[in-house]
């Protein structure tokens, strides 16, 4: 685990991160943003609220085996935040007792870094849910106790949702680093082999693409035919759906805007492509993120941001149902980024 003074670090650079959101880089040459909460206000939305309670969204850690450069959770080999087995039995019981969350979405890091993953995976089924594990594809073939993922995947019937950059090498190593093209590529037709992604089969593959720069995604649909057909044409590859996901300003993907002179463009271009019909589809809407150690969050964005809920059940040993439905959203200037154009979540486009 980290230490207390690296948590305390950690903790003084989300604030530092909101602090640069909310008023620009410099306070005397400050980008002047319109307040996000000023937007929902004149789309009737806010307070923003729960419309349900139905995805149950789970960081088991930050661990990981590659260090990508967009990672909005600034994962990477040298993290030791790993969610414990009694952390896990907590989320057990909360999910034993609310047949409102449908699906439980398994996130880190790379999660089968976890050494309880297993485990986990398998007591969630026990509850009859449906399993999303966000795989970043190259952990199959990192060591060979990974190489049967695969089969454990179809075996416990999960939902794979894997990052792929591009259907090209170039620019997914620039992305995600040297060789995880071709490794991403091979998991891909390992999961193939077993039957995902297939033509009606039920075992769902679906990969993610995010931008590689300072601009918002292409549509969703068209991208996702190019990717279809590059894939197939050049590797045999292939996957049901793909999700366009906007980067959003923070963490590792905040110091390359900073870094690359292009934040206050940036910014300017998603407050410019607000979308109303997006923010009332935000995925915060039904979704709660619970953070290695317990916490609970309106999304996995506000978690890197250490925003949590604003209610009184802030922690998974507080869980209350009632309350949290109820409770006000909370919203920041990183939010831009899920209400612009066809709007972003972990599902990409939300309309």
Known sequence: MKSLKAQHHLLADAHEQIEILEHGIDHNETLKLIPFQQKLESSALYPLTPTALEIFQVNVGKMCNQVCKHCH?????????IMTRETMQQCLDILAVNASFKTVDITGGAPELNPDFRWFIKEIKKLDKHIIVRCNLTIILANKKYNDLPEFFREHHIEVVSSLPF??????????GDGVFEDSIKALQMLNAVGYGMEGSELKLNLVYNPAGAFLPPSQISLESEFKQALKKDFGISFHSLFAITNLPISRFLDYL???????????????????AAAANVMCRNTLSISWDGFIYDCDFNQMLDLKVDCTSKHISQFSKDVLIHRNIVVNQHCYGCTAG?????????I
Do not use: F
Not at 73 to 81: F, Q
Not at 167 to 176: L, P
Not at 345 to 350: L, M, P, T, Y
């Open 258 to 276: 900073l870094k690359s002179g292009n934040y206050e463009r940036y910014m300017e271009k998603l407050t410019a492509a607000y979308n109303p």
């Open 342 to 350: 066809a709007g972003s979540s972990c599902g990409g486009a939300v």
């Open 167 to 176: 259907y090209s090498k170039d620019r997914t190593d620039r992305q995600r």
């Open 73 to 81: 959770v600034d994962a990477g080999p040298d993290r030791k935040e």
